[in-house]
């Protein structure tokens, strides 16, 4: 059986549109596809009269060396939101299948999933946040095509095992893809599972570049996968995904030099991250605050509301998670430079001692 029998029959069918660029990529004089034949003005947008390529091929080199993958294991998109959206519409049918996710988690597997009419079971994550794999797999019907497992998670900041993953990857063999949403990865002490890609066909990664790579308004996302996937995916993609100035964008972030920046970066939030728990566990009205393998605290609070107004009349917004299963009393913060972080202390010590006056 090959992973593609858990595809839409109707998507492994689908004869996908076929793009200029497509067709045909060379040449000395581009007359096939109606673009301008003059650049726009400025240097801003330079080479932005033509359409950009599919995959742009320097791209597509650089995230393989990086994530370590073969170039027919990737796909670059716009964000890894557009590629957990095109999972779902390629493997749920509207109506009948469904994705399973571990609540608290990351909220557009879910909107995805809604948008396509595909259901969405849930599996809460235990008290600690911890994944229960046996209670996953207790789930999985024959509706479930996609099981998502954000990790380290988004909002808890926990994280999953190398050997759950690989005990989930292994009982889904045959029945459900399992993704594996790696967008904090960057600050966790453990690497990627990209490495079991090779061994598993059910597999698939998910990458981004708006976290660790400072690219968040560039839009660039990867999905890691058999190349049967990936081939797929592409069938339903718009022709053009990736604007040329994201794309030099990544480029640069991704260069040597932008390289060593990111790290340094990472290494500073990482630092931060355990002073900033520290710290604020020492606030009065902290009741918690959750260990964290991503660029985020979550923080439970005596009165996460007044603590909320409290920073957001400092003019600091923070994001109230207090909608999520198990985290009716947090806040999740995220690590910024130490000068801002200084100003997080700041404001909490301040309506600390406000209120003990009071
Ligand atoms: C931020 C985030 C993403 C990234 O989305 P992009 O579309 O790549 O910006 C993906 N998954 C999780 C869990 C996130 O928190």
């Known amino acids: ?95 009948r299948d469904a994705i399973l996710i571990q609540p608290p988690t990351f909220g557009m597997y879910a909107v995805s999933a809604r948008i396509q009419d595909a259901a969405v079971v849930e599996v809460p994550l235990r008290g600690d946040f911890t994944l229960d794999v046996d209670a996953v797999l207790a789930a999985v019907t024959d509706a479930v095509k996609l099981v998502f497992v954000c ?44 490495d079991l890609l090779d061994r598993h066909d059910n597999l698939a990664v998910l990458r981004t570049l708006s976290k660790a790579w400072a690219l968040a308004g560039a839009r660039i996302g990867c999905l890691l996968a058999h190349p049967d996937v990936i081939a797929l995916l592409r069938r339903i993609m718009p022709p053009y995904p990736l604007p040329l100035p994201s794309v030099d964008a990544a480029l640069l972030a991704l260069s040597g030099w932008g390289q060593a920046n990111a ?49 957001f009349d400092a003019g600091i917004v923070v994001r109230d998670v207090r909608r999520y299963p198990g985290l009716g009393d947090a806040l999740r913060i995220t690590i910024g430079a130490p000068a801002d972080n200084a100003q997080v202390l700041a404001v909490l010590a301040s309506s600390a001692t406000v209120r003990g006056a009071a």
């Open 151 to 194: 990790t380290p998670n988004n909002p808890a900041g926990s994280v999953v095992s190398r050997d759950d993953i690989e005990r989930l990857v292994r009982a889904l063999d045959g029945r459900a893809l399992l993704v594996v949403d790696e967008a904090y990865v960057e600050f966790a002490d453990e690497g990627s599972v990209a």
């Open 1 to 95: 059986m090959s992973v593609l029998d858990l595809a839409r029959a109707e998507i492994r069918a689908l004869q996908p549109y076929s793009s200029a660029r497509m067709e045909a990529s060379g040449g000395r004089l581009l007359l096939n596809a109606n673009e301008s034949a003059w650049a726009p003005t400025g240097d801003v947008g330079t080479g932005c009269n033509r359409y950009p390529q599919p995959q742009p091929s320097a791209l597509v080199d650089v995230l393989a060396r990086l994530y370590d993958v073969r170039r027919e294991q990737l796909l670059v998109g716009r964000g890894s939101d557009e590629a957990i959206d095109l999972l779902v519409r390629a493997f749920c049918r509207a109506g």
């Open 263 to 311: 790290r340094a970066h990472i290494d500073v939030v990482r630092s931060e991250r355990a002073r900033m728990r520290a710290a604020l566990a020492r606030l009065p009205g902290v009741r918690d605050v959750l260990p964290s393998q991503a660029n985020f605290l979550t923080v439970r609070f005596d009165d996460a509301e007044a603590a909320y107004r409290r920073l």
